[in-house]
């Protein structure tokens, strides 16, 4: 070509990557820029639809939000927010940068963008890895190993580091085979809160089949281990800490030990919504679930358990008792009122128990805005490297910085995004 163009672009001496069918580098540039904001357009248009997911379930499901939001650890989510707002800095200072041709503090602003998104997706690993460890994961694959509070609970695969649950688990019929026990046929005593289950718990032996091979050591369990949910409702705790687990450092459980476990989605609850609701009959039922404080996966152990038939509580005859043991009950009854759970303490006794329904659409919810979100940063980390790469050989000029700019505005994009997420998800109660 004659005059200020060549084959390849250009207009006379601006940038060769100002392209021919464009008058000007502002045409070119104006043409991009609409581009890129249709783009994101349809970029909030997706994400708009897991937003109207997430408001519909909070809606007529905010026990699940309440409940499973505290799986999440604010410390990371915080972290990362500041990260993508700090990143959102640097890839504006990149496009000035770019403007004013300052190719080095250009250079150093798109590697500061990188090196956050990096540093955003690393944190996520963190979090991912620990839900993965602990089966907090979405839809049947929803198995948790621990309650938000930190509570073990019994699971359907009982395949949970550190601790083995009584229930053999049928994946064909979804029922447990073996291993429930209805709560009105344990040894309870209703003067005393939780359950007070008197059973005998062993430990067997057993192939990749599921065939016993016999005893395993020790084949006994006779440690009860401290109820932290107790520690609460009885106000055993401090409450200024907020939970039971400093009655349990107190109490030092020596390891085997066994304690009743009440997980609807693994022992069926038999009683009806009604029945719940109003507290009349029903028969809910538990398993036996064995901590042995560490963390190593037992896949060769089986707990065994058989309970005691309930028995009626003796009822305190005052006639019956002597003037030392009445006068005993009675002064406790004055100088130990009935324990008022404080909302602290409804907060904390909520996250030891076990998930309600529905639970695992938090999750499926929380994995599929995060896991998206997080698949826009990864494209984000390869358009801002290319502009690296690009950067360093000088291809930037003040005529020429579009895809700069197109890049930041897509940056903003995803942080603004996040940015609606973290409190949604983490910060929601």
């Given at each position: 070509?004659?005059?200020?163009?060549?084959?390849?672009?250009?207009?006379?001496?601006?940038?060769?990557?100002?392209?021919?069918?464009?008058?000007?580098?502002?045409?070119?540039?104006?043409?991009?820029?609409?581009g890129i904001w249709l783009f994101l357009a349809q970029e909030v248009l997706f994400f708009s639809a897991l937003f109207v997911a997430y408001v519909l379930y909070r809606v007529h499901h905010g026990?699940?939000?309440?409940?499973?939001?505290?799986?999440?650890?604010?410390?990371?989510?915080?972290?990362?927010?500041?990260?993508?707002?700090?990143?959102?800095?640097?890839?504006?200072?990149?496009?000035?940068?770019?403007?004013?041709?300052?190719?080095?503090?250009?250079?150093?602003?798109?590697?500061?963008?990188?090196?956050?998104?990096?540093?955003?997706?690393?944190?996520?690993?963190?979090?991912?890895?620990?839900?993965?460890?602990?089966?907090?994961?979405?839809?049947?694959?929803?198995?948790?190993?621990?309650?938000?509070?930190?509570?073990?609970?019994?699971?359907?695969?009982?395949?949970?580091?550190?601790?083995?649950?009584?229930?053999?688990?049928?994946?064909?019929?979804?029922?447990?085979?073996?291993?429930?026990?209805?709560?009105?046929?344990?040894?309870?005593?209703?003067?005393?809160?939780?359950?007070?289950?008197?059973?005998?718990?062993?430990?067997?032996?057993?192939?990749?089949?599921?065939?016993?091979?016999?005893?395993?050591?020790?084949?006994?369990?006779?440690?009860?281990?401290?109820?932290?949910?107790?520690?609460?409702?009885?106000?055993?705790?401090?409450?200024?800490?907020?939970?039971?687990?400093?009655?349990?450092?107190?109490?030092?459980?020596?390891?085997?030990?066994?304690?009743?476990?009440?997980?609807?989605?693994?022992?069926?609850?038999?009683?009806?919504?009604?029945?719940?609701?109003?507290?009349?009959?029903?028969?809910?039922?538990?398993?036996?679930?064995?901590?042995?404080?560490?963390?190593?996966?037992?896949?060769?152990?089986?707990?065994?358990?058989k309970c005691k038939d309930a028995t009626a509580p003796k009822p305190l005859d005052a006639l019956a008792v002597s003037h030392e043991t009445q006068s005993e009950h009675l002064g406790q009854a004055?100088?130990?009122?009935?324990?008022?759970?404080?909302?602290?303490?409804?907060?904390?006794?909520?996250?030891?128990?076990?998930?309600?329904?529905?639970?695992?659409?938090?999750?499926?919810?929380?994995?599929?805005?995060?896991?998206?979100?997080?698949?826009?940063?990864?494209?984000?980390?390869?358009?801002?490297?290319?502009?690296?790469?690009?950067?360093?050989?000088?291809?930037?000029?003040?005529?020429?910085?579009?895809?700069?700019?197109?890049?930041?505005?897509?940056?903003?994009?995803?942080?603004?995004?996040?940015?609606?997420?973290?409190?949604?998800?983490?910060?929601?109660?």
């Amino acid at each position: 070509m004659s005059g200020g163009h060549d084959d390849h672009g250009g207009h006379g001496d601006q940038s060769p990557f100002i392209q021919h069918h464009y008058d000007d580098a502002q045409h070119q540039f104006d043409s991009g820029k609409f581009g890129i904001w249709l783009f994101l357009a349809q970029e909030v248009l997706f994400f708009s639809a897991l937003f109207v997911a997430y408001v519909l379930y909070r809606v007529h499901h905010g026990e699940i939000y309440s409940y499973a939001h505290k799986w999440l650890d604010v410390k990371y989510g915080a972290i990362n927010t500041a990260v993508l707002i700090f990143s959102s800095l640097t890839a504006a200072w990149a496009v000035r940068a770019a403007q004013k041709n300052q190719k080095g503090l250009l250079i150093a602003c798109l590697a500061v963008t990188c090196a956050c998104a990096f540093g955003f997706l690393t944190i996520k690993y963190i979090e991912y890895s620990h839900k993965v460890h602990e089966h907090i994961l979405f839809g049947r694959y929803f198995d948790p190993c621990v309650s938000p509070g930190g509570e073990e609970l019994l699971t359907k695969k009982n395949l949970c580091p550190g601790s083995k649950g009584s229930v053999v688990w049928d994946e064909g019929s979804a029922k447990p085979t073996e291993g429930c026990f209805e709560a009105s046929k344990l040894d309870l005593d209703t003067r005393l809160a939780g359950v007070q289950a008197d059973c005998e718990v062993t430990l067997v032996k057993v192939d990749e089949t599921g065939k016993e091979l016999g005893p395993a050591s020790p084949a006994s369990v006779t440690n009860r281990c401290p109820d932290e949910l107790l520690a609460i409702l009885n106000g055993e705790h401090d409450t200024a800490a907020g939970t039971g687990k400093e009655l349990v450092k107190e109490a030092a459980p020596k390891f085997p030990c066994w304690r009743p476990a009440y997980q609807p989605a693994v022992c069926p609850d038999l009683t009806t919504p009604e029945q719940r609701t109003h507290g009349a009959g029903g028969k809910p039922q538990v398993g036996i679930l064995v901590e042995f404080g560490d963390h190593e996966e037992r896949e060769d152990i089986k707990v065994k358990a058989k309970c005691k038939d309930a028995t009626a509580p003796k009822p305190l005859d005052a006639l019956a008792v002597s003037h030392e043991t009445q006068s005993e009950h009675l002064g406790q009854a004055a100088i130990h009122p009935a324990h008022v759970v404080t909302t602290h303490e409804e907060h904390e006794i909520e996250s030891l128990g076990p998930p309600p329904e529905h639970t695992s659409m938090f999750l499926t919810i929380y994995f599929a805005m995060t896991g998206l979100h997080g698949i826009h940063v990864f494209v984000g980390i390869v358009v801002f490297i290319w502009l690296l790469i690009r950067a360093i050989k000088g291809q930037f000029t003040p005529d020429y910085f579009g895809p700069i700019d197109f890049a930041a505005l897509y940056w903003h994009i995803v942080d603004l995004i996040w940015i609606f997420l973290f409190p949604l998800l983490y910060l929601i109660h």
